[in-house]
């Protein structure tokens, strides 16, 4: 199916709030959705695609993303969470940083070449993969002033491969915050373009059922 210019920032958008709306799972209840994890994590390693539909290869997986974004556009009928809106904005505008920062994207795409020879090896949920791109957030959109706060309970925070996937989860957020401006998409659209984001991201219902 092809997708107007529109659709694809709703699917891009729909694919940074999934992977808010997993971080905030992981944060309260120590577990989220792993068909979905491993589509936002797989969307790291397809930088070549032929549209925003090929970055994630089960479109289904962002079903929860896409309701999220519809909610705190104001969608009538659907819940809002203000933490997963929290963290999107800070992801958006983490990556409007990355951007100007070419060093710190050559080691974000060294590092995810290196990833990427483990998930041949290992699969894309394995533990050394996780850790491995949790190390790469860390030593790169984590050294920016403006830092992420998770919150959630300190149980599930504390344990080092939920932090560790929280953190690889944010990196895909950032992919998928990437995606949504290289589409054309700019933080002010949530302030003045509220109703078309939210007319394009409810067309994407037939596509994400």
Known sequence: ???????????????????????????????????????????????????????????HALK??????????????VDANP??????????????KLSKQSDMLSLIGNKLELASNQVSHFGIDHENVIANLASTY??????????????????HLQVEHNAAKIRALLLAGIRSATLWRQLGGHRWQFLFGKGKIRKAAKSLNSILI
């Open 83 to 96: 933490q997963v809106l929290r963290y999107a904005l800070a992801l958006l505008h983490l990556q409007q």
């Open 64 to 77: 929860k993303g896409q309701q999220a974004l519809l909610g705190c556009l104001g969608e009538s009928g």
């Open 138 to 155: 860390q030593e790169s959109i984590s050294t920016f002033n403006m830092r992420i706060q998770v919150s959630g309970h300190a149980r």
């Open 1 to 59: 199916m092809s997708l107007t210019n529109d659709q694809n920032k709703a699917l891009a958008l729909s694919g940074l709030f999934e992977c808010c709306v997993l971080v905030d799972s992981i944060a309260r209840n120590g577990s989220c959705d792993h068909d979905a994890q491993n589509v936002l994590i797989e969307s790291l390693f397809n930088t070549n695609p032929n549209d925003a539909q090929d970055i994630y290869s089960d479109l």
